[in-house]
């Protein structure tokens, strides 16, 4: 029920980012219409949303014939988790790096990088996987694809109001400042509503794949190795689609200072001290 609030305050929030640009570009008009897009938007979300994402990412879909051994670990994850079986893709890149998409679990997918398969053991591989069908056990994914869906939207839109300009309700050209304005700040308060759901939801996947996999210290090893090994090597479809970033495991933008406030990823070194803290707990 909680998952189901956090989904309509997101739908709510990002519609309203719509209206407002909406608003810039062709006044009443333009926040009208800004209504109707971000009402389909929603609906386009809600149904399509994950296979976009997989295509912007290029995944393959794999089963037991292709990648036996991955195959077979998200299996034996998914029935201790209780879930039903999620579709697996690879993505063909050097980055190690994973997520969960989907609208729910029946309808889940979890994709993982090339990368990823060559950089973790199997037991840190395992850790990650479980994290990712922890996202899908709590009903995480659709909030962040929809999230990430209309987060680009809402920066193409602001762009193009940038672009193009606008006109109030009275058919007068609006402050160019103005526009500029909205064009930095609705991709940025978009950005910021992703942060704030995400950052809470990746402690909780964290918790959880622990719990999955019954081996906290795997994934808190396998958190560090990502962690030093994704500043070397770009994702690029991440970085072709930023908005995409808070579905994985690990930020894989570059970049850090001032954008680091604004990662949608809690600190790593927290999340590993949260997990060791998990795995004494296990021992006792």
């Known amino acids: 029920m909680f998952n189901l609030m956090k989904t309509a305050v997101l739908m709510a929030a990002i519609t309203a980012l719509f209206m407002v640009v909406g608003g810039m570009i062709g006044g009443r008009t333009g926040m009208l219409i800004a209504l109707l897009v971000a009402v389909g938007m929603n609906f386009f979300s809600y149904w399509f949303s994950a296979d976009m994402v997989l295509k912007m990412y290029n995944a393959q879909p794999v089963d037991e014939s292709t990648a036996p051994q991955f195959y077979r670990m998200v299996q034996e994850l998914a029935q201790r988790a209780g879930l039903p079986m999620p579709k697996v893709y690879l993505i063909d890149e050097a980055a190690p790096n994973a997520f969960a998409t989907g609208r729910d679990p029946e309808h889940a997918a979890v994709a993982a990088t090339t990368g990823i398969l060559r950089a973790l053991s199997e037991r840190e591989l395992r850790g990650v996987m479980a994290h990712e069908l922890a996202h899908v056990k709590h009903r995480d994914i659709l909030i962040s694809t929809i999230s990430a869906t209309m987060a680009g939207a ?10 193009f300009g606008g006109r109030d309700e009275h ?22 509503i992703q942060m704030a759901i995400s950052r809470a939801r990746e402690f909780e996947a964290d918790r959880g794949g622990a719990e999955i996999s019954g081996d906290p ?14 500043q070397g090597i ?34 790593t070194q927290e999340r590993i001290e949260r997990l060791l803290a998990m795995a004494n707990q296990f021992r006792r």
């Open 234 to 267: 770009p994702l690029t479809p991440a970085e072709a689609h930023p908005e995409t970033a808070q579905m994985m495991i690990m930020n894989p933008l570059s970049g850090g200072g001032l954008a680091g406030l604004f990662s949608t990823h809690p600190p």
């Open 154 to 163: 809402i920066s193409m839109l602001a762009n193009f109001a940038t672009l």
């Open 171 to 192: 058919g007068r050209p609006v402050n160019p400042l103005a526009g500029i304005a909205v064009a930095i700040l609705a991709p940025l308060a978009a950005s910021l």
């Open 217 to 230: 210290t795997a994934l808190a090893s396998a958190l560090d190795k990502i962690h030093r090994l994704a």
